[in-house]
């Protein structure tokens, strides 16, 4: 897994997309959340950010698709220190025409799966 890029501000630009947090499963507190937007002076670069908050420390892995092909995926999990929450921050190609961007975390110990897609 790389390490997740590191980016001025977390507070994005006017062109992010972000999706409001998605249920992960009935009855579940977990919920899961997709942020696009271009990279700051280069708009031929997408940031896409994935989040998951959970009510465990259980180990997750990951899948980003865009356009329908793997383009990351790795472990992680959810830190105390950030309400037992990971994020995943990854760079993208912007093609021309819509970019459709998928983030899926499946719980490694409970299999509960969190799925969450975007077109910008």
């Known amino acids: ?4 890029i590191a980016f001025a ?3 994005g630009n006017a062109t992010d997309v972000q999706k409001d947090r998605d249920t992960c499963g009935a009855g579940t507190p977990t919920r899961a959340k997709l942020k696009v937007g271009t990279l700051e002076d280069n708009n031929s670069r997408l940031l896409v950010v994935g989040t ?22 790795g472990r992680a999990r959810g830190r105390e220190d950030v309400d037992l929450a990971f994020r995943v921050s990854r760079t993208m190609i912007n093609w021309d025409g819509a970019d459709d961007i998928v983030f899926r ?7 509960e799966v969190c799925r969450t897609a975007l077109s910008y």
């Open 52 to 73: 998951v908050w959970s009510d465990d420390d259980d180990v997750w892995e990951w899948r980003m698709r865009h356009n329908g092909e793997l383009s990351f995926e």
């Open 1 to 4: 897994m790389s390490a997740p």
């Open 105 to 111: 975390a499946e719980n490694l110990r409970t299999g």
């Open 9 to 11: 501000g977390d507070g």
